[in-house]
């Protein structure tokens, strides 16, 4: 079987609802997650704006961005702004940077050197980036704080940074954007209790009785889904796009969480 074919452009939606003791309230918050787009000439434009319309087509009350939006350079800047600003004109929309979007990883692989190039683009499409920094919003009625960390592999997760700012009220749910689900054990002092992940691809290939051996993480517990991690919860989407155009039981995904 050649697996380039069918599974990379078959997405799907993934619903997952998630309680966080002692933090529910009346008024649900959906999430819309997509991560590890890879724009590239693997990953077309059309095909990352077809994942983005699925999405909003959930009627999300806000969209967070995990990282990797590009693999290499940005491919037709115009066209990925727009396709983007549906996302924020949409609702209120917030990104991390994974490895491949610019800094330390990604120049000797070919991106770019830092992450002034994603950083201008998002902006431009009205997406706010929280790179080693947390902002309190309010979503369909409800406060929500979102801490976002800079990737790992980049060697520019600052958590000090990122949650110095957060507010204190223990009432209001945390939520951690964070490409890498390996970034937990920089994050494990800190108070939080949602980490929203891409970067594995879900192990973009996974057989049986053996896994998902290509997942380019540490820690095999959290390739995909939602999982618990010492009274916290974790969750890893296989993301929408691919390296290698590979995926074998592993469909790329469009996420949407419902915090109950």
Known sequence: MDLRYVEPRWLRVSKVGVTLPGKEAARPVRILQLSDFHASEIVPLSFIRKAIEMGIKQ???????TGDLITGKIPDRPAFVEALRLLSN??????CMGNHDGGLW?????????????????????ITVLHNRAMQVEVNGRDLELVG???????????????GGVQTSPQVPRVVLSHNPDS??????????????????????????????????TDHRYVAGLNPWEGRQIY????????NGLRFNRRPEVTILELG
């Open 106 to 126: 990604a120049r000797p692989h070919g991106g770019y050197a830092d992450l002034s190039e994603m950083t201008g683009l998002l902006e431009d499409a009205g």
């Open 59 to 65: 009627n999300p009350h806000i969209t967070c961005l």
């Open 184 to 217: 937990k054990k920089v994050i494990t002092e800190y108070d939080w209790d949602l980490m929203l992940c891409g970067h594995t691809h879900g192990g973009q290939i996974s057989l049986p009785l053996i896994g998902e051996p290509l997942a380019p993480v």
């Open 149 to 163: 960390l800079g990737d790992l592999w980049a060697n520019d997760a600052e958590p000090w940074t990122a949650f």
């Open 236 to 243: 890893t989407t296989r993301g929408v796009g691919s390296l």
């Open 90 to 95: 949409h609702g209120p929309c917030f990104a």
